[in-house]
């Protein structure tokens, strides 16, 4: 009888174990190796994750496995580390990361395969016309030169430096000759013989601040701690991040740069290729699925290859590419909430993850942000990160001027036209006389939140959710910003057919009173309604850079990392939204908002002036912001989350039932929750009903547990975990419920 190697399998799905297989004692077989298999009547692509193990069941019931796919890339070791490690902390399956991290391959094997086939030759085919056209161009140069030094006399110095010339090209193209044979051969051979290109030589010189935060950064990193880069807007710490990079790359090692969205980026993506030139690779889910394999594949293969270190710039799913040797991992703006993944599992938190990257590897972390979040704050204060700060910015000019603007007290004085206040449109009007740009930030898009009847005061809502339906004028219609629920817009009531009214201003509406207000100044939109093609974005984007247009009207999109040079004045003009949410982290987030808004005016050597309309003067958020003082903030803050034990004095786990049935929803969650109550304890909250209670048809009630950050943490998790699993299995409630740790 033929002898039989057991192996356990990792299986794209919510299963927490990892079923054994067979296969022939003759096959070569390794962890990483991708296998086909059954798994309850479907055919799954697994990853092999151990050999020869001893089955823990009937070796008679264990089925055989049945491929192992040759033809695709083995997964790394490291990256099965990091697999387990999110599963664990974020309380999901490790087969669950791994259809995160290789989301091509979840359905359809056989399309999958044939992909990796056709990548590889579409691949061998770029690079053997790339080195082809070389050959041509080299060629052609040749044949240049050999008439020149035809015609060139003997014995003169230009005919032996052609001579030299034309030895030299000659030389080129018997190289490129035989790249291109090894590359029709295979592709990993090619890559040895070519390597990755040399990066551009480009000088960068410090200034003293930096060079002083440098040298504490580097033995930040000799104590193996990661790094927390606090500095304002402008202080160089893009700057500081190239010149580690460089660093890591010249000792040939691999760095990971870490982003909250790129789509709008671009303004960095420039500034890293001048320094690393064809050694970046981005990595985003904006990207096409194939351009996304294509770097995956070269940074795999630049394993094998020995042949140069990368840079990734990317968003969170590019810490799950097969890194090998990373040196330097950096997390830019980390306070940035758009690093949690909210859904669906993994619901990892980029930062965090990066964290733990960083330990596989041993790898050096530097955390950075003009505004911290209060994690890292406090991972500082207990010395596990250090802090390293930043304070002075590198274009001289000292932060903008702060001005609050009444809008209640304006109102009173009939001082407002529709969003805007005689004060602001007077600012306005100035800068742009001036030749100066204005950026006006509304967290609301389309032309109206939502829509009210003047007859009946029904407020016009989405039928699959619990939430007012917002009004686009351009695309006349009403549209669900939760489900994408779209009706064409009538202008009369579901209810009593009356005229509707909008409540409030979305962006859509700014820029028409804009335009009325301003009607000599050129005006441009930036949401995710017209950021929807990245392209066309970037295009706003770079006319607003160059100066194209005066006024830019746009959501928070516009707070990420942007530095116009012109641009000298920014309103908020309706700030109350954004502390109106009923969440702990509500005047965080807001700070956050306003600091980074602020941080955008006046970048060069003038003075900017940041403008905040709001209807609550009063609130203490802004006499921060005006005294410029991060530090009171912060501490009052810590103060106020430690005496109501929230993050991060103690770490939350969010609970969410979703069910069709609101009846149902509500039963099981009051379930659940008592039965948490019996095995955790006073920790748990809830079930509650979290303000839109019904999203695409499903009814959502939530459950909080708040555990201490101490050495019993992991074990009540676990434990946690273990409880929903089996209030689930008792109940015959399977995918109703999600974990979220650490919520945003
Ligand atoms: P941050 O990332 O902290 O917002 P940046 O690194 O973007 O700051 O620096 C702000 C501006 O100052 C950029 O235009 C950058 O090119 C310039 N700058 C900062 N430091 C230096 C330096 N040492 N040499 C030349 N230019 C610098
Ligand atoms: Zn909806």
Redesign the pocket.
Known sequence: MDERRYISVILPLKLEWEPSYYVSSEEDIRIGDRVRVMFAKRTYMGVVSETDRKPDIEAARILPALEIVRDMERVLPEEIALWRQVAEYYLCSVGEVYKAAYPAEKVNIEEARAAAIARTEQRRERIAEGIRVKIEKLRLRLDKKQQLAQKTKDGTKSKAVLIKDIEKITEEIRLSESALEAALKSVSAVRTVQGLPQMPDRGL???RA?EDAFCQIKKGFEEAKPVMLH?I???????IYIRLAKEAIGKGKNVLYLVPEIALSRQLENRLREHFGERMMTFHSGETAASRRDTADRIRSLKSADAGSYLVLGTRSSLFLPHHNIGLIIVDEEHDGSYKQESPAPRYHGRDTALMLSVLHRSAIILGSATPSLEEMYNCLTGRHMLVELRER??GAGSSDVEIIDTNAERRKNGMTGSFSRKLIAHIDNTVREGGQVLILRSRRAWAPAMQCEGCGEIQKCPHCNVSLSYHKGRNAMVCHYCGYTASYTGTCVKCGDRLKGLGAGTQKIEEEAAALFPHARIARLDSDTAQSGSNAREIIRRFEKGETDILVGTQILAKGF?FSRLSLVAVVAADTLLGVQDFRADEKAFHLLEQFRGRCGRRDRKGLFVIQTSQPEHPIYKRIIENEAGTFYGQLMIERKDFNFPPYSRIIEITVRDNYEDRAERMASGLAEMLKESIGHQVTGPYTPVVDRIADCHLRKIRISLKKDRFLKTAKMRLKESVKSFEKKSGYDGHITLDVDPS
Do not use: C, I, N, P
């Open positions: 010189e410090l200034t930096q500095g807007t402008g202080s160089g710490k893009t700057e590198y274009h530095d």
